[in-house]
């Protein structure tokens, strides 16, 4: 039983193309966490949040806590967003990971 | 600005031998996590610390033990090495200043059980 998951595990896309990733959970949170792991294997945070939406540069992170749903968003995709991106839920003092979305952007 | 600090990067251990895998952070963080990723799988976390002398056990604590002597330091143990502990650690820290900080990561370590 995995309380996260994510959606689709492996995407392919062209340079440019609009990207979404999806995250579905299934226990109550505090908040939602959207992470991306380098090729080398380095994670990195690139959003916390518990309500709405926040956008940093190219990027988009959207949750709807009623529908236990979160959404990752990338505009004018470009290779070096090539990464896994991965979704963790904070539940009192831990968190739980989805098993990450495996994004290639080809040129 | 070193953040969060792992060490040893890599290592190959024999099956039974024990080891230690240290976590340093910085950043005067309270909550410090150790987690296990395996190939397929999402991170699992191992073992949780709220504060310094305050530890606890997460989803997959056993053939683990770990120590919070101070807020800087979070080492892991592993007291007789087998091969399904092979995986990639993380070690991650977080701020409790206010609600929902997010977490910091180190490198990871590579460790293979053979």
């Given at each position: ?107 | ?19 230690t ?28 610390s709220?504060?310094?002398g305050?530890t ?9 033990n770990v120590s919070r002597s101070?807020?800087?330091d979070f080492p892991l143990r ?37």
């Amino acid at each position: 039983k995995n309380e996260v998951e994510q959606s689709p595990q492996n995407l392919t896309a062209q340079e440019g193309e609009f990207i979404t990733i999806n995250c579905s959970y299934s226990v109550g949170i505090s908040a939602l966490h959207w992470l991306q792991q380098h090729p080398g294997g380095g994670i990195v945070s690139l959003f916390m949040l518990s309500s709405g939406k926040k956008k940093h540069g190219r990027l988009i992170a959207t949750i709807n806590i009623q529908e236990k749903h979160s959404s990752l968003h990338i505009t004018a995709s470009h290779p070096r967003d090539s990464a896994v991106y991965i979704c963790a839920v904070k539940a009192g003092n831990q968190f739980y990971f989805g098993t990450g979305t495996s994004l290639t952007v080809i040129p | 600005n070193a953040g969060v600090t792992q060490t040893p990067k890599f290592r190959i251990l024999k099956i039974g031998q024990s080891m230690t895998l240290q976590c340093a952070q910085d950043m005067n963080h309270n909550y410090m996590y150790w987690y296990r990723q395996d190939p397929g799988m999402g991170l699992k976390l191992i073992y949780y610390s709220v504060g310094a002398g305050i530890t606890d056990k997460g989803e997959v604590p056993n053939g683990y033990n770990v120590s919070r002597s101070t807020t800087e330091d979070f080492p892991l143990r592993l007291e007789l090495a087998a091969p399904s502990q092979t995986s990639v650690y993380f070690c991650a820290s977080r701020s409790d200043s206010y609600s929902n900080q997010p977490q910091h990561f180190g490198d990871g370590t590579r460790l293979s059980i053979l």
